[in-house]
């Protein structure tokens, strides 16, 4: 089954099977111990068998313990992958599966939310010394490695691939948006057109789930602290309103700011009635399921992956535990949209291993981004206009041959 899924992948990943696996044809990586270290189902471990058949010694560790596929575990490991995660863990033997990919000496690591990053800086000092670098996936792990950076704790270089045009504009926005949906569609078996449906924050990620929520018949409210994003979402049409006045509409309430909390006790005394919690953002913790269970009088499951926490006369309904649902509560990312991301991911890994770049976080080259853009459009049958000298302008037609002074 896992060996079929990620074979599934593979005939779907036009880039990474193709344009990547050339560039990693060259050897650099040969004998270098990568981790990788993301939501472990098929897709990613189709990037960890790319990376493996470059030469690189792979270790694979699970991000989240809800999100990790055994049968996509068992598969890699017949491959002759390292494997330290199992599925059915809980965070203690995340936590440990996490040390056990730390002790295994990465050089480099394809990291989710800098999990295993800053585990290995606070648990394994000695390893983390001789860590060369780390290419990241998303903001939350961005920002964290930034703070590290801007706190003298970040010795080595880093890559957002987050900050790649070919990740966020694709995987956060299309990505997220889309299986967000689904996942809340196939978990509650409800309608969405007409639905009341909030969105707690407007990155990319918030603002794919209520641009795709929007086009499919919702009414939509975003709730937003950044005056900017604010601005943006009511531009883009979706009622902009603090939380104490959206609460009370929202059938859907979906969290996607990557911080924690996004969703507290504070807010639980606003939640109407039958309202349907979702988690979009990294963290488990962005809805405080403790508070919630804490508050609730009962709790009972009626569905796979609901659970209905009953505050007083109004019945709350969580899915997926909290954690990201599109993942946990559904089949991640489309094909096509993680071959760009890990597409990122994999030349991020070669970019790091052969290029000298000073200790901090940096962006894959633009020229790589835009390799990975034009390898997706062949792939497509897409050909793109060339301009002509006679669009460009000459500087010496605004100003003549003025001499500096």
Not at 4 to 20: C, D, K, T, Y
Not at 358 to 372: C, F, R, S, T
Not at 375 to 387: D, F, H, N, Q, T
């Amino acid at each position: 089954m896992g060996r079929a899924q990620i074979e599934w992948v593979r005939r779907h990943s036009p880039v990474l099977n193709g344009f990547v696996r050339e560039r990693l044809a060259d050897g650099a990586l040969t004998d270098i111990r990568i981790a990788v270290v993301v939501h472990l189902e098929a897709k990613t471990a189709f990037l960890a068998t790319v990376l493996a058949d470059s030469g690189a010694r792979v270790i694979v560790a699970g991000s989240n313990p809800r999100t990790t596929r055994q049968e996509v575990v068992e598969a890699l490991r017949e491959r002759g992958l390292t494997v330290v995660s199992n599925a059915g863990g809980n965070h203690e033997t995340w936590e440990r599966e996490l040390l056990a990919a730390a002790d295994q000496d990465p050089e480099y690591i394809i990291d989710d939310g800098a999990e295993l990053t800053t585990r290995v800086a606070r648990y394994r000092p000695d390893r983390f010394a001789r860590l060369k670098g780390v290419s990241e996936e998303t903001t939350t792990g961005t920002a964290r490695l930034q703070a590290m950076h801007q706190a003298g704790r970040l010795p080595f270089k880093a890559l957002s691939a987050n900050n790649a045009r070919c990740k966020h504009l694709f995987d956060n926005i299309h990505g997220t948006g889309q299986t967000t949906l689904q996942a809340i569609l196939r978990l509650t078996n409800r309608r969405i057109a007409g639905m009341h449906l909030a969105v707690i924050g407007y990155g990319f990620v918030g603002r794919g789930i209520a641009g795709y929520a929007r086009s499919m018949g919702a009414r939509t409210y975003v709730v937003e602290i950044d005056p900017v994003r604010a601005l943006e979402a009511h531009v883009d049409g979706h009622t902009v309103e603090a939380a104490q006045d959206v609460l009370p509409q929202a059938g859907v309430v979906i969290t996607a700011t990557g911080g924690r909390r996004a969703i507290g006790a504070v807010d639980f005394p606003s939640l109407r009635d039958d309202v349907v919690l979702a988690n979009a953002g990294h963290h488990d913790l962005e809805i405080d399921v403790e508070a919630l269970a804490q508050s609730a009088t009962a709790v009972d499951r009626p569905r796979n992956g609901v659970e209905t926490y009953r505050l007083g006369d109004r019945a709350v309904h969580l899915l997926s535990g909290g954690a990201l649902v599109n993942i946990a509560g559904g089949s991640g990312h489309p094909i096509e949209i993680m071959d760009l991301s890990f597409a990122v991911q994999g030349l991020g890994a070669h970019y790091l291993a052969t290029t000298d770049l000073p200790a901090g976080v940096h962006v894959i080259p633009k020229e790589l981004d835009d390799a990975v853009a034009a390898a997706k459009l062949r792939s497509l049958g897409i050909s793109l206009a060339e301009s002509r000298a006679d669009q460009s302008e000459d500087l010496r037609d605004l100003i003549g041959d003025a001499v500096q002074p």
